[in-house]
């Protein structure tokens, strides 16, 4: 493999530095192209450019592969719960049963929020979405928590990871609950993670909440599939918005305002009312799929696509597993499992989705799993959300710890007007 790359610009060339990767593209480095050649690169999407060095999660979008931190995502899947492999991505390594237990205990301690917070909820409008509430709610426990200067930095650090990881779950439960005009569950220490999250979702003085451990696994593998992939859109909003030194609760407000976008973490909502939709119109697939390849037409088939994954997203192998065995453990007959199965076929079989690589994502079975959980539609995001604060903040730390750390600070080509005068507003249109 060469060390440099050669530019050529007019009569001159230029040497650009090559940074080998361990697995997949490797990177021109033109850091100092603008300086030397007066030029910038082009890349609208970034789908080209790599905007950091990471040793965090690993993609092969042409042979479908994730794997976190080196283990394939199949194996932790099946193997490891949400908060074990939290804690890989945060840490870099597996725990050992006392690192575990340690993270366990801090998870707990840090698990209420303040009671202040509660009235926030109060001052939303009727049919705010969860999203938009989480949002504003995570950015705001800056507030709540300030930081202390007298902590050293690697136990300020540990208790902002453990706020996170923990209220975001609780605000999330607690939001449903104040929307609905029910009691408010309180997290119990007895509980695990995943465990604690469904009690306070669906636990009532009135109908005591039954945890069933196979609902505690699909949420556990839900989230683990969730948890984080590399430089997507919420994780580069973090990064950038992490980049200008903010807290870590306010780059992963950043986060979770990016994820609930329909092309992004959204999607997981709009594939279930896609669906619906589908099935309120007798089930006839063919008017989506022709609205999908028209390209004047704004709607995609949700669920399918993916900017680096040109095969079947690993992830949505497992999320369909989980699908049927959820369905079949508790005896639920979804129709919109039906649905999602034909519209697979269908599109498998036709030449636009074939000629675009588009195969389902991770989102497109999501949803009939939530639904089989008694996750309300409009939360579904909020779960994506909370599945992948341990991606943001291992990022964000990776990022604040890295030498090559930059402000972020794109540059463009412009294409406006030229230099050209003011015109006072009494000459104008005459
Ligand atoms: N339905 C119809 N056409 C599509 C779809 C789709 N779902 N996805 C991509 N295309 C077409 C697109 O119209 C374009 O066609 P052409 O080249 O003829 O103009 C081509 O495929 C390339 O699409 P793109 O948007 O330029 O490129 P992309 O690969 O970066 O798109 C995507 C990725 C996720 C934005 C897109 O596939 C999409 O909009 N999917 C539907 C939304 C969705 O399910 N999002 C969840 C992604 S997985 C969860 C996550 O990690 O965020």
Redesign the pocket.
């Known amino acids: 493999m060469a060390d440099t790359a050669k530019l050529i610009i007019g009569d001159k060339t230029y040497e650009l530095p090559i940074i080998e990767s361990v697995e997949g593209s490797s990177a021109v480095d033109i850091r100092k192209l603008r300086i030397e050649t007066g030029y910038v690169t082009y890349d609208p999407?970034s789908g080209n450019t790599g905007s950091c060095k990471s040793s965090i999660a690993f993609m092969d979008g042409k042979d479908g592969v994730l794997r976190y931190r080196g283990i394939p995502i199949e194996q932790l899947a099946k193997k490891s719960t949400f908060i074990e492999t939290a804690y890989l991505l945060i840490n870099g390594e597996l725990p050992t049963p006392e690192e575990l237990k340690t993270f366990s205990v801090l998870l707990n301690d840090h698990s209420l929020v303040h009671e202040g917070m509660r009235h926030f909820f109060d001052n939303f409008p009727p049919g705010s979405h969860p999203m938009h509430i989480l949002s504003s709610m995570v950015n705001s426990l800056r507030s709540f928590y300030p930081e202390i200067p007298e902590r050293s930095e690697e136990e300020e650090i540990n208790k902002k990871v453990a706020r996170s990881l923990s209220k975001v779950r609780t605000l999330a439960a607690m939001s449903y609950k104040i929307s609905r005009g029910f009691k408010v569950i309180y997290p119990k220490p007895e509980l695990t993670y995943a465990a604690n999250f469904l009690n306070m979702m669906f636990d009532s003085p009135v109908k005591p909440y039954v945890i069933e451990p196979e609902m505690v696994k699909a949420l556990n593998t839900f989230w683990i599939l969730h948890a984080d992939?590399e430089q997507?859109?919420s994780t580069a909003a973090v990064r950038l918005v992490g980049s200008a030194r903010t807290n870590l609760y306010t780059a992963i407000s950043a986060g979770i305002s990016a994820l609930g976008g329909?092309?992004?973490?959204g999607?997981n909502q709009a594939v279930i009312e896609m669906l619906m939709s589908i099935e309120e119109n007798g089930g006839n697939l063919k008017p989506y799929l022709e609205r999908?390849?028209d390209?004047k037409d704004p709607f995609?088939?949700?669920?399918?696509?993916?900017?680096v994954y040109k095969t079947y997203d690993p992830r949505a192998k497992i999320m369909k597993k989980i699908c049927h065995g959820i369905l079949e453990k508790f005896n639920i007959s979804d129709p919109l499992l039906d649905i999602a199965h034909e519209l697979e076929e269908t599109a498998k079989k036709d030449p636009y989705f074939i000629d675009?690589n588009?195969y389902p994502?991770?989102?497109f079975y999501s949803g009939i799993v939530l639904r089989a959980m008694g996750i309300p539609i409009n939360m579904f995001t909020v779960m994506f959300a909370i599945g992948r604060l341990p991606g943001w903040i291992s990022q964000w730390l990776e990022s604040i710890e890295d030498p090559d750390w930059k402000l972020h600070r794109p540059r463009q080509v412009y294409i406006g007007s030229g230099k050209r005068d003011y015109i006072p507003i009494r000459k104008r249109n005459i």
């Open positions: 999407g992939h997507n859109c329909p092309l992004h973490g999607a999908a390849k390209r995609r088939l949700y669920g399918f696509g993916h900017s675009h588009l994502n991770i989102d």
